[in-house]
C-alpha cells in the first residue's frame, strides 16, 4: 500500500481534519455495517452479464494482476451523468460517499457546479482537502470515461458511461491494481483483505449517491 495512504490514515485518526472524531467513527461504523454484510449489501452495485470481464477504457494503462468491477444502473443518459463525474474530487464536489471519511466532513455538492465541469490529463485530484497529492487523472472521454490512478502507477480507477438504451445507462467503476513487486504475496493479501473491502464500501455509496442525485433531476 503506497505511504500516502497510511499517512492520510493516521491523520484521520488523530484528529488532523476539521471533522470530529465521534463523527468519523460514525461514519466508519456504517461503513463496517455494509463490509460485514456484502453478501446482501452488494446487490445494487454488482456487475452483470460480461462486465467484469469486458474490457473498459484505461485498462491498458495498467498491466493489472488483480481487478473488480462493480456498476449500477441510472435512469438518464451519459450527458446528464458526466457533470456529476467531471467535478469529482476533493476541493471541488466531492467524492459523494461517506464525506466524514474522505472530504473533511464536507458535505458532497447536490448540483452540477459549472464551474468545476473542466478536468484534464494530469490535474491531481487530493486525497482529502488538505493533500497535495492525490489521484493522478489518466484519461477523459466527456461522456464516456473518466480513469484516474496513484502517482506511481500501480493502480487505475476508471468511471466508465455505459448506455442501455436511449433512457438508461450503466455506469461501471473498475480498479486494476499491479502488486509491489518485491513482496507480492504481501501486496496481495493487503489488498484483498484490506483494502479491496473498504474500496467497495465507498465505491459501493458513491455509485448510489451518484444515481439518486442524476435521476432526481431527472424526473
Sequence with gaps: MPQEHVDVGRRWLTGGDSTS???RL???????AVIVTSAVSRRPVRPLGDEPLRPLPGDELVPAELQWTHGVTIRGGPAEIWPWLAQLGCTRAGWYSYDRLDNDGVPSAQRIVPELQHVAVGDILPWTPVDADGFVVRAVDPERALVMGDPDGWLTWALVLDPVDATTTRLLARVRIRPARQDAL???L?????????????QR??????????EAGTR
Excluded: C, E, Y
Excluded at 26 to 32: G, N, Q, Y
Excluded at 190 to 202: E, I, Q, S
Excluded at 205 to 213: F, G, P, S, T, Y
Design 190 to 202: 493487503a489488498v484483498r483483505l484490506g483494502w479491496r473491502p473498504v474500496h467497495f464500501g465507498m
Design 26 to 32: 460514525r461514519d466508519a461504523l456504517m461503513l463496517a
Design 21 to 23: 472524531l465521534v463523527d
Design 205 to 214: 455509496r458513491q455509485l448510489l449517491n451518484i444515481k439518486r442525485r442524476v
Design 186 to 188: 504481501t501486496s496481495r
